[in-house]
């Protein structure tokens, strides 16, 4: 096995914590939840080494954060509304740009090939540091600190997101769309998996019924479903 090639952590850890406003106790926490799968596999040969279950545990955190800071503080709302919210808030696209406003993408360590090949500004990679540094948070400060670090980078897509004026999540509209026509709920399958570990392609449909309405296709799961759920709104005419 390789053995990776430390960066400098401080001066790195220093400006990602200026970021979050939050000083960690262990800095490698911090590390991990900035490397790339691609850069670990370039630097131990290994992909799992990277971001991937500090991303699981963040984005985990990262709902119970948000479904707990609207439940208090909008309490008029009913479920359903809570649910559009959050959907809006914690999506991919959200997500990323939240990162990017924040700077978190130019911080994240990426594989040479990923760096030429533009990952920097990739939602689905950005989007998954940030879940993955909300896990980092988690477990070195518990979920008040996750908290606090959530509605900072957040705020600003919170704001919009209760003014109406973020974005829509693809994912969303389709769901609210077809239940308003009365066909029920939308269901997605992954229709294949392409390429190697650290830089898989997924292939997802999304139906309802017996009908296909879309496909699309991505770098995770979750980014080949929304593609599939905006190209389902473009065939079906409803697309903003």
């Not at 399958?189 to 898989?200: F, M, Q, T």
């Amino acid at each position: 096995m390789r053995t990776e090639k430390k960066e400098p952590i401080l001066m790195k850890s220093k400006s990602a914590e200026d970021i979050l406003q939050y000083r960690f106790s262990d800095k490698e926490l911090l590390e991990k939840a900035l490397t790339h799968s691609s850069y670990a596999n370039e630097m131990t040969g290994d992909p799992a080494n990277g971001n991937e279950r500090l991303e699981f545990l963040g984005d985990a955190v990262l709902d119970a954060v948000i479904s707990v800071y609207l439940f208090e503080k909008y309490k008029e709302k009913a479920e359903g509304e809570l649910t559009r919210l959050r959907a809006l808030i914690v999506c991919e696209k959200s997500l990323s740009a939240a990162g990017k406003a924040a700077g978190v993408n130019a911080l994240i360590r990426l594989g040479r090939g990923e760096e030429m090949g533009g990952g920097r500004q990739r939602s689905s990679i950005v989007a998954d540091a940030v879940e993955a540094v909300i896990g980092a948070v988690y477990l070195d400060g518990g979920m008040a600190a996750a908290e606090a670090v959530v509605l900072h980078l957040l705020s600003a897509a919170i704001g919009e997101a209760l003014s109406g004026t973020l974005f829509m999540d693809h994912k969303t509209e389709l769901q609210e769309w077809l239940q308003h026509q009365g066909n029920g709920e939308p269901y997605y399958r992954i229709l294949s998996e392409e390429g190697p570990d650290h830089a898989k392609i997924f292939t997802a449909s999304v139906n309802a019924g017996k009908l296909r309405l879309g496909v699309g296709s991505g770098h995770n799961k979750k980014e080949a479903e929304q593609e599939a759920a905006r190209n389902a709104l473009e065939t079906i005419g409803t697309k903003r």
